[in-house]
Every structure is written in structure tokens, then in C-alpha cells.
């Protein structure tokens, strides 16, 4: 479900300028998820205030960063106001967790069935994340399991997101 103003517990989706946001956009076609212009995710907090994950660590910063961009802020229909609750308190816990742009590649490398021991492990650990694995972890440890297609926990890009939240439904 899309939001045009955003409360506690959305989901932000916006495009990085640059070549980092190209750097992302790239990784995330090699997951096969396509281009579109939705390379960072984030999780909006009470207070105006947001959680996302940055190369310095994830950190909670000012929602009104984000005003001057085009976002598109996203969440489950069926989202109750404890749930928001418990994913807002839950996000917390994730403050200076380490950015890691190895996780694209090990998603890749379980997308392309690259044997490689440990990689599960790697890809579910709440030690590293990248942005939208970031917004999934606080999700589900809020009591929300977003994806029901049995992939391993962990395994999201921001388009993921997108495709699961706002993407009109297949036909």
C-alpha cells in the first residue's frame, strides 16, 4: 500500500543520485530485480525521524532529509498500530550496525546457485546490512514477516521492497 505522507513504521523508497545509486541499481538488476529508481530504504520512526542504513553504520537521522527527494513510502495493508509500534521500537536495536556492499554480492551469489558454505548465515546476519535488509529485519523483528515466497532472511533489495509493496498486482 502506498502513502503519500508518511507515519511510523512506512517504509521511505528513493533513488540515490550518482554513481553509487548506479552502483545499486546495477546490483539490484543482478538479483534480478530489474531498474527502476528505488536504490535506498528506509524505515520512518515517530517524531518525525527515520532509521536507515548508511555506509558509516545505520543511524536515526531527521525525516525532513528526505523532503526535497522523491520518495514513495510503502507498507503491508493489513499493518496494525501495535505492529508499527513494535517495528518502530524493534528498528532501535540496529543504530550503528555496519553498512556492507558485500551483501549485494552475496545475494547474487545465492541468486546464481554459487555454492559458497556459510552464505546463508552471511546474508541473514543482523552483524551487517545493507538499507532494505535493514527495514526487513525491524519488520520481522516487530512480529511482521514480510515475504511469504520462502526466501532466505535477508535476501531483499530495495526493489523487492518495492515490488511487494507498491507494484500494482500481476495479472
Not at 21 to 31: H, L, S, T, V, Y
Not at 33 to 47: R, S
Not at 119 to 141: G, K, N
Request: charged share 15%; with cysteine.
Amino acid at each position: 500500500m502506498i502513502h503519500t505522507e508518511p507515519v511510523p513504521g512506512d517504509i521511505g523508497l528513493t533513488q540515490i543520485p550518482g554513481p553509487v545509486g548506479k552502483f545499486i541499481e546495477f546490483g539490484q538488476w543482478i538479483n534480478g530485480n530489474g531498474f527502476k529508481n528505488y536504490e535506498h530504504a528506509f524505515l520512518v520512526l515517530p517524531d518525525e525521524q527515520l532509521i536507515e542504513a548508511e555506509p558509516g553504520g545505520a543511524r536515526i537521522a531527521p525525516l525532513s532529509e528526505y523532503e526535497q527527494r522523491n520518495v514513495v513510502y510503502v507498507c503491508p495493508a493489513t499493518l496494525t498500530e501495535n505492529q508499527r509500534e513494535a517495528i518502530c521500537a524493534a528498528a532501535h536495536r540496529y543504530v550503528g550496525v555496519p553498512y556492507s556492499f558485500a551483501d549485494y554480492l552475496a545475494i547474487a551469489v545465492h541468486r546464481f546457485h554459487i555454492p559458497a558454505p556459510g552464505l546463508r548465515r552471511y546474508v541473514a546476519s543482523s552483524r551487517h546490512m545493507i538499507c532494505s535488509q535493514l527495514v526487513d529485519r525491524t519488520y520481522l523483528d516487530g512480529g511482521v514477516h514480510l515475504f511469504a515466497d520462502g526466501r532466505w532472511p535477508g535476501y531483499v533489495t530495495p526493489l523487492a521492497l518495492y515490488d511487494l509493496l507498491a507494484s500494482p498486482p500481476q495479472a
